[in-house]
């Protein structure tokens, strides 16, 4: 009885290069005919290691951006909410950004990966399209509508809104990646 087997695995000791290295140790281990050799893997694959850092180069830059739309959706608030009991649409926004704000502290609060930083930060392109849209009643010509208009721009939302709608592809593509590269642990004890 003779079978053929490849085993693919990857160690990492966390033990630092030593200056004169030139890269990481990517080599596999084949065992053909009772015999073992080595073979350099191939140019095009990237180690876990590589997608670890990043990931990582993107999770201080998204904390700083998530942080900063919180901080200036909290003082849009902070201006319009004495105003929010004359208009019951002005209300309904200052509600939902303020559901915003107190997701985000929650999150920051419990931060558990990275994924939750991108998906507050989808939240807060969401948000500020809904602020932005005029009232059903009144329209653009709206005092509602005007004085959103004015508070988006005094608090420049809507610069930051575009600058995290570019920011947001290679960071998602980050996060899908390292997703993908994550070893799924199975449970088989019944």
């Known amino acids: 009885l003779q079978g053929n087997m490849r085993f693919h ?13 030139n890269g990481t140790f990517d080599k596999t281990i084949v065992v053909e005919n009772n015999q073992i050799s080595m073979v350099d893997n191939e140019a095009t694959t990237k180690s876990p290691i590589e997608t670890w850092t990043d990931q990582d180069q993107f999770n201080n830059f998204t904390l700083q951006k998530v942080t900063e739309t919180r901080r ?6 902070t201006e ?12 309904r ?11 985000v502290d929650a999150n920051l609060e419990h931060l558990t990966n990275f994924g939750q930083l991108v998906e507050l930060l989808r939240k807060f392109i969401i948000l500020i399209d809904t602020l932005r849209d005029p009232a059903q009643v009144g329209g653009v010509r709206s005092l509602e509508y005007v004085l959103l208009k004015l508070s988006l721009e005094k608090y420049d939302l809507l610069n930051k809104q575009e ?3 570019q920011y947001l592809e290679p960071a998602e593509s980050a996060w899908r990646k390292y997703q993908n590269t994550q070893v799924v642990l199975l449970d088989n004890t019944t």
């Open 80 to 91: 319009l909410s004495p105003l929010a009991g004359r208009s019951n649409d002005l209300a």
């Open 163 to 165: 600058q995290i709608r």
């Open 9 to 21: 695995f990857t160690l990492d000791f966390h033990v630092k290069e030593p200056a004169n290295s």
């Open 72 to 77: 200036s959706v909290h003082l849009l608030n």
């Open 93 to 103: 926004r200052l509600k939902i950004s303020l559901r915003y704000v107190n997701e």
